[in-house]
């Protein structure tokens, strides 16, 4: 379903598309006993639900020698499933080393999202840790002393169990993609942009290491737990932990919002009153930069990691991958 607006002209345009497409069918691997054998067959027994809208916004403009343009579009859409085609409509996915699985699909639930425990902030003291308890009366994590983190109860059974209490702790696909676009033009002198971005998705951050001493350490460690009231978020640093505080948890999440400038391009063509005499069309030489900066509050390298290895598997896991270049080039474009 949509709607086209034209105004002035056609100068403003805007142009507002709703849809919603049913998946059904879907490759999933089936659940069969495992004495039939070890590798388990694919067939179409899963379904997923997508509406979402499509919004698109332009004006250009125009007045003797300068033209204008600029335009903006989104686009937003929801993942459901629908059925997991299994009993228990639950799809585990993605695991990461000593963590186990971390991404989940669920029946009814966005799909893919993270799966881990919700961190409380940090113990400050003896006091906060022995306050920590249950329904009777025993504290909820036995093993915390100051300095670790305090992980969420979800069930209320005074214990902190992989069963019970982890949770959804950030959605792995965006809610939200958009572009900017903008160019102008004045005797010759041409600029565009292009910006892309997207909102609404976190990115587990697994290339921080804590089992291997030898291994780099992101930068937010240095703002890590040392004495009371000095972190709320990052525990104290070691390599083991007794209360595990490393475990899968909104510890290793991070928001994976972004907007980058894709393309910045400057440019100017040589009039035709001069490059004629050389038999030459059109000479233009331009400047260009793509990736030039990138707008974002995760602390990694690049917060355009992707997936789908295998149904949705890593998505949204950041494993290190190499970032995306940033390029300077300059150019000519010659017609004969």
């Not at 699909?105 to 999202?113: A, H």
């Not at 979800?154 to 959605?171: A, S, V």
């Not at 350490?217 to 640093?237: A, D």
Request: proline letters at 5%; glycine letters at 12%; aromatic letters at 14%.
């Amino acid at each position: 379903l949509g709607l086209d607006f034209g105004f002035f002209g056609n100068s403003l345009q805007f142009t507002a598309d709703y849809f919603y497409k049913r998946t059904d069918g879907m490759l999933i691997e089936m659940p069969v006993p495992t004495y039939l054998g070890e590798s388990k067959p694919w067939g179409n027994v899963g379904s997923m639900s997508n509406p979402g809208v499509e919004l698109d916004l332009s004006y250009r403009y125009s007045i003797g020698d300068f033209n204008f343009s600029v335009g903006a579009n989104a686009a937003y859409i929801k993942t459901l499933l629908i059925n997991a085609g299994n009993e228990s409509g639950i799809l585990d996915r993605g695991s990461v080393h000593q963590m186990g699985t971390i991404i989940r699909g669920e029946n009814g639930q966005p799909f893919p999202y993270f799966y881990g425990y919700k961190t409380d902030g940090v113990f400050q003291n003896w006091d906060e840790v022995n306050s920590y308890v249950g329904p009777d009366g025993k504290r909820i994590q036995p093993d915390a002393v100051p300095g670790d983190l305090r992980f969420v109860d979800q069930n209320g059974d005074g214990l902190i169990d992989t069963d019970n209490d982890r949770t959804i702790i950030g959605k792995c696909a965006p809610d939200w993609t958009y572009g900017l676009h903008a160019s102008a033009e004045w005797k010759g002198i041409d600029f565009s942009m292009v910006w892309q971005g997207v909102a609404g998705n976190k990115i587990f951050d697994a290339t921080r290491r804590t089992d291997i001493p030898t291994m780099n350490q992101p930068k937010y460690v240095l703002n890590r737990w040392t004495g009371e009231g000095t972190s709320n978020t990052q525990p104290k640093f070691m390599f083991e932990s007794a209360n595990n505080n490393y475990r899968a948890s909104d510890l290793w999440v991070e928001d994976a919002s972004f907007l980058r400038a894709r393309n910045v391009q400057l440019g100017y063509t040589i009039p035709q009153k001069w490059t004629k005499k050389i038999a030459i069309q059109r000479l233009r030489i331009y400047a260009q930069a793509e990736n030039l900066f990138t707008l974002t509050k995760y602390v990694g390298c690049d917060p355009e990691v992707t997936g789908g290895n295998g149904f949705s598997s890593d998505l949204g896991i950041d494993r290190g991958v190499y970032p995306q270049s940033r390029t300077f080039s300059v150019g000519v474009n010659l017609n004969f």
